[in-house]
């Protein structure tokens, strides 16, 4: 290995959520590394859109990830079409914001555990489970957020204990499964621009507001994100596992 080879030249790399804003741009990161992709996300359509639009070589999945026991068959399907996949990138996820946190239901909870934790554990432990049968090594990188050291406020809390138990989970992931030589860290991003961080109502004083809270003065941006995650699924951080990159400008220090 040279010191700046990706090493990701014709792997196979599934990102999920991977249609959404942040999703999207680090798919095509992994693209523009010579990766293969498998593109996952609720909609065939624009999966394969996605899909497309990154080059032939790639292929789209549509899948509810919370279909939990369809989960296996969805990676032995990418298996299959693009051969073994080495990184698995965790990136779907859903927040729903209450007005406060008297009046989140148990639907609000389940919806949000559902998706952020219990399909990303479960589309983890079928990837990992490949790679251990076959004996290679590979990577997983998990989407937390600055929220999981912050707790969030108010209607966000929930998302954020979601979070929170996925930078938890990344780091028992990665000293459960370190001795098969696979890497699992997470992304923090801090307030990214994205319809996710939008609310019903917003004014421009508040995202002003928000903005003045964040050192580098500026929103996030999907693209903001991709350097940190390619590195972490390539060969130059094939020391690190278990960590987690803070990719916020400075919103959350640790
Ligand atoms: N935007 C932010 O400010 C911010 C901050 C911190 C962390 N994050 C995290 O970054 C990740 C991406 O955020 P984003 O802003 O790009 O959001 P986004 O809404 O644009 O993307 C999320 C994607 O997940 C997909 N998804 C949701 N439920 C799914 C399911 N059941 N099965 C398959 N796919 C499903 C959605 O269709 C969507 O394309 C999320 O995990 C989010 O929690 C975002």
């Known amino acids: 290995m040279t010191h700046l080879d990706w090493g990701l030249s014709g792997k196979t790399v599934i990102v999920t959520g991977a249609t959404g804003a942040i999703g999207r741009a680090v798919a095509q990161g992994f693209a523009e590394a010579g990766a293969t992709l498998a593109i996952v996300d609720l909609d065939q359509g624009q999966c394969n859109t996605t899909a497309l639009?990154?080059?032939?070589?790639?292929?789209?999945?549509?899948?509810?990830?919370?279909?939990?026991?369809?989960?296996?068959?969805?990676?032995?399907?990418?298996?299959?079409?693009?051969?073994?996949?080495?990184?698995?990138?965790?990136?779907?996820?859903?927040?729903?914001?209450?007005?406060?946190?008297?009046?989140?239901?148990?639907?609000?909870?389940?919806?949000?555990?559902?998706?952020?934790?219990?399909?990303?554990?479960?589309?983890?432990?079928?990837?990992?489970?490949?790679?251990?049968?076959?004996?290679?090594?590979?990577?997983?990188?998990?989407?937390?957020?600055?929220?999981?050291?912050?707790?969030?406020?108010?209607?966000?809390?929930?998302?954020?204990?979601?979070?929170?138990?996925?930078t938890t989970m990344t780091r028992g992931m990665a000293r459960s499964w370190a001795p098969l030589g696979i890497r699992v860290n997470a992304v923090a991003p801090g307030l990214v621009d994205t319809p996710m961080l939008k609310t019903p109502g917003q004014t421009a004083a508040e995202r002003d507001a928000m903005i003045q809270q964040i050192p580098m003065k500026r929103f996030g941006l999907p693209d903001d994100h991709v350097g940190a995650t390619v590195f972490l699924a390539s060969d130059m951080a094939g020391y690190m596992t278990g960590a987690m990159i803070n990719v916020s400008g400075g919103f959350l220090m640790y």
């Open 53 to 166: 639009s990154l080059g032939l070589a790639h292929r789209g999945y549509g899948a509810d990830l919370r279909q939990i026991a369809q989960l296996p068959a969805l990676v032995a399907r990418i298996e299959s079409d693009l051969g073994l996949a080495t990184t698995l990138v965790n990136i779907a996820g859903v927040i729903l914001r209450t007005p406060d946190l008297f009046t989140v239901t148990e639907q609000d909870w389940d919806a949000q555990h559902d998706i952020n934790l219990k399909a990303l554990f479960f589309l983890t432990q079928a990837f990992a489970k490949r790679l251990a049968d076959s004996g290679v090594p590979g990577s997983v990188i998990n989407y937390s957020s600055q929220g999981a050291l912050s707790g969030g406020f108010g209607g966000s809390v929930v998302y954020n204990a979601t979070k929170g138990a996925i």
